[in-house]
């Protein structure tokens, strides 16, 4: 991607946020990845309200910068590399950010890395799941569109698509099942941000 379109992509990415929370000293990056109505939206709030951080919603992104999105790997191959730039922008300034989006796989998690590395942030990975019947339920609902703070439009039919190509997490990583209740993960997440 030509350089000139990424600077474009990320300061409209910039324009799009609200109020930032206070910077602090290695401000924390929280990844969380899974597949479409796993609940990783939602688990993200929550854990904001506990954590006061900037979520940053792949999803939210990808509106701010296709009109109508498609979901395809071109847009991603334009949203991501701009999603990480500003990642890295927002963390050298101290800035805590829970990043929001399925990165089900292991290449699209290293760039993460790598920029946490860059910033010197505080890198945790969290995989958000639920059973199948909950997700199914969960994404009729979004069909339907019962929760207005739900962005995203992938439906039951994507989540079947995108399951096989789930890889699994190699580095150490919370597993959280958002059918159960979340304080005790919240917590324990909480507790290692803060060591």
Not at 29 to 45: E, M, Y
Not at 133 to 154: F, H, N, Y
Not at 157 to 177: G, L, S, T
Request: net charge positive; glycine share 4%.
């Amino acid at each position: 991607m030509a350089a000139s379109r990424l600077n474009e992509d990320v300061e409209s990415l910039r324009q799009s946020l609200g109020e930032l929370p206070s910077p602090q000293i290695q401000p924390p990056l929280i990844v969380v990845s899974g597949l479409p109505g796993t609940g990783k939206s939602f688990f993200c709030r929550k854990l904001a309200e506990r954590l006061p951080s900037l979520v940053l919603s792949s999803d939210s992104l990808r509106q701010t910068l296709f009109l109508h999105p498609k979901y395809d790997e071109n847009e991603n191959r334009q949203l991501f590399p701009a999603c990480h730039a500003l990642i890295e922008e927002l963390l050298k300034r101290g800035i805590p950010i829970i990043f929001d989006a399925t990165n089900l796989l292991e290449r699209h998690r290293e760039p993460l890395y790598h920029v946490c590395e860059k910033a010197r942030a505080k890198l945790v990975l969290v995989s958000v799941e639920a059973p199948p019947e909950v997700v199914q339920e969960r994404l009729l609902a979004r069909e339907r569109g019962i929760d207005p703070e739900d962005k995203s439009r992938a439906g039951w039919e994507v989540h079947q698509r995108m399951k096989p190509r789930k890889e699994k997490i190699p580095r150490n990583h919370f597993v959280v099942d958002t059918s159960r209740d979340l304080t005790a993960a919240i917590e324990k997440i909480v507790r290692l941000i803060r060591k």
